[in-house]
């Protein structure tokens, strides 16, 4: 009896002594659906590419942002050219141009007529609506890859990561939804407007917007719908490639400047030549 009682302690003991069986790994999240990606990028863009940077490469994040930008796009051309204040300053932009090469001793003074004339029949709201939308697709198809190509340079060689150029081209495919509410809005700034240039900046609230002014064109640099595209952009390099947001930004925020700064300084000297 006192042996199995000993026997018996030691089983107790060695149970108590025994290590705790690990607990098994918690499931990874489930994935969400591609509708909720492309809404949650508005608001929580961190989670969403945090999402697209663990997971296999899915191609619906960048097909379908695509195809809603292309729309868009061509929408925002047809609405556009349809506006009478949007046609009436393109044509009064397009005869001075005119006036200035009579001036100039380009053009014959007694063909002036006869050019503004072939010009506004050419140039009519459909027109332009066609050549624009036609523009506006091979834009947005060629934006979202080479957005994807600065990403993807961007995360090798400045932030030092192993990022492949289509997992960079989901960042840029649900990035673009930014863009295309930027688009939204930037149709309703012309509608209102009648200025092709201006976006949703403060050269919005200029009321005689001048782009040969230095003042007027520093203020159109300033685009909300980019700085919050930046933004975004900036998230998904960042969880991408596993590293702070700010270095994403700040190599970013550089390139978007510099581009901006170029393209102002164009319609500046443009503007200053008339």
Request: glycine share 6%.
């Amino acid at each position: 009896m006192i042996l199995m009682s000993d026997a018996a302690q030691n089983l107790v003991v060695m149970s108590e002594s025994a290590p705790e069986s690990p607990q098994p790994p918690a499931p990874p999240p489930a994935p969400s659906s591609l509708a909720a990606r492309l809404v949650n990028v508005y608001a929580t863009p961190g989670d969403v590419f945090e999402e697209v940077a663990r997971s296999p490469r899915d191609n619906g994040n960048w097909v379908l942002p695509l195809i809603l930008t292309a729309i868009m796009s061509v929408v925002f051309c047809f609405v556009v050219f349809s506006q009478e204040n949007v046609m009436r300053n393109f044509h009064q932009t397009q005869e001075q141009a005119i006036r200035d090469q009579v001036k100039a001793g380009k053009v014959p003074a007694d063909k002036a007529d006869d050019i503004v004339e072939a010009a506004r029949k050419w140039m009519s709201p459909t027109i332009m609506a066609a050549f624009g939308s036609v523009g506006s697709l091979i834009a947005t198809v060629g934006g979202v890859f080479f957005v994807a190509l600065i990403l993807m340079l961007l995360g090798r060689y400045a932030l030092n990561a192993e990022v492949e150029f289509m997992k960079m081209a989901e960042v840029s495919g649900l990035a673009a939804m930014i863009a295309l509410v930027g688009t939204v809005a930037k149709m309703f700034v012309v509608m209102a407007t009648g200025r092709m240039e201006l976006g949703v900046s403060p050269a919005a609230l200029v009321e005689d917007f001048d782009p040969g002014n230095h003042t007027h064109a520093l203020l159109g640099i300033l685009d909300l719908s980019m700085i919050w595209y930046v933004a975004v952009l900036s998230a998904g390099l960042a969880r991408v490639c596993g590293k702070p947001w700010w270095r994403a930004a700040a190599w970013l925020y550089a390139i978007w400047l510099v581009f901006a700064a170029g393209m102002a300084a164009v319609a500046y000297l443009g503007a200053r030549a008339h």
